[in-house]
């Protein structure tokens, strides 16, 4: 029996960095200067930008309805970041055991997904980061070889993809190496093989563990260098050029919004609910926006309008502009406009809801906050700027609450904010 994998990233390290390159190297920088992007809350410098700390994807959602790290029984009630004497007794196998190293724990004989494994925690200085699942490659008392291998991984890809749904990423299956990738509540994922002696499946705090988190943000980039270049191609009149690109950038980052919403231009001019004029003043708006060139965005968004005064969308980008501009009341007047063309775009309540936290009218605030939860119950963004909301309102009972509901979502909550609120209410959780 060969031992199972010892550093299970030290053979797919080298893929994953080509695959990388290759992809931050098809396409020019990219869209953060979107409505689609998080908003900046109002919270104060000293207790943190209130802003919520998106997920590699861009948004909060998930493609299950539960709000647990983990989906697998035995894994389901551990947390990131929780401590070892809490895992000690949360995990369900805790008397199998064993600590190999110091804040390194292994289950010898884990059961997962059909198959002996060694898992294997680690607990850094902020508490777990890191859960190894290390495949043997024998079972029953026979030698695993590469067929059976790979009929075996099919079958756990399965099980997996019910778990998780689609995987983000994935490397070609040629029986010398597969990777696929998911980024799910604040966690990376990875089940591969390297051809050799390293089979199996990590979890990584997203948050905790430097590797996870790098390698998502190099993801993240990518999708707003391909929205970035299909926003280009749209202000050029180049509108399947542009829809390729987004389309590239949600095959990479599935949930990035800036894409999706993009293309939902794309779509009204193909579906000629949008004139294709129109649209190109939409795309130059955004090209501009994302340069900063804030004047120049709200010129084409006025000419968009002019063409089309119903287009919610435009007044919904107008107003994120005008918002970064400081220009509170326009922004708000802008959201008002694109609301009541289409009262069910969340995003619309929550940036107006943020507009308003701007200039202290929390009370109102709180109420868009609200609408955006109710069409979008998983907008973890919503419940942390409701949480900071209620912070300034001195209700700290209610503060706690959504932190707790953002928490659950598997997204973290900004540290100087906790610290803040932990001060103010006098509790530490």
Known sequence: MKKPMTDF?????????????LLLTSSSYGGNETPSQKPESSFSSRAGSGEIV???RGSTTTTKASTATFREKVLYPLKWGMSVDLFKSTYRRATKLVESTPSYYQDLFLPFYGQTAIAGFRFGEKGLDLITISYYFETKGKRL????????????????????????????????MFMHVWLINGTFIQFAWDGGDNWG???????????????TN??????????????????QGKFKEAKWEFEKALKVDPFYRPAKRALEVIEGVIGQKIKSKTAIHLFKGMSYGKKGHYDEAISDYNKAIKLNPRLAEAYVYRGFVYYKKGQHDEAISDYNKAIKLNPRDALAYGIRGIA????????KAIFDYNKAIKL???????????????????EYGKAWDDVYKVQNLGVQIP?????ALREASGRKR
């Open 9 to 21: 990233y030290r053979a797919i390290t080298v893929y994953l960095t080509i695959l990388c390159l």
């Open 54 to 56: 998106s997920s590699p």
């Open 145 to 176: 070889y590469q067929k059976n291998v790979l009929i075996i991984s099919k079958r756990i890809l399965q099980k997996l993809k019910q778990a998780y749904g689609e995987h983000l990423l994935s490397s070609p299956w040629d029986g010398t």
């Open 201 to 215: 499946v990590h979890f990584r705090s997203i948050e905790l563990d430097p590797w996870a988190r790098a390698y």
């Open 218 to 235: 190099q993801l993240k980039s990518t999708a707003e260098q391909n929205w970035t270049k299909g926003a280009e191609y749209g202000a």
């Open 356 to 363: 308003y936290q701007k200039k202290g009218h929390y009370k």
């Open 376 to 394: 979008n119950p998983r907008d973890a963004r919503a419940y942390n700027n409701r949480a900071v909301a209620y912070f300034f309102k001195r």
């Open 415 to 419: 540290p100087r904010f906790l610290e």
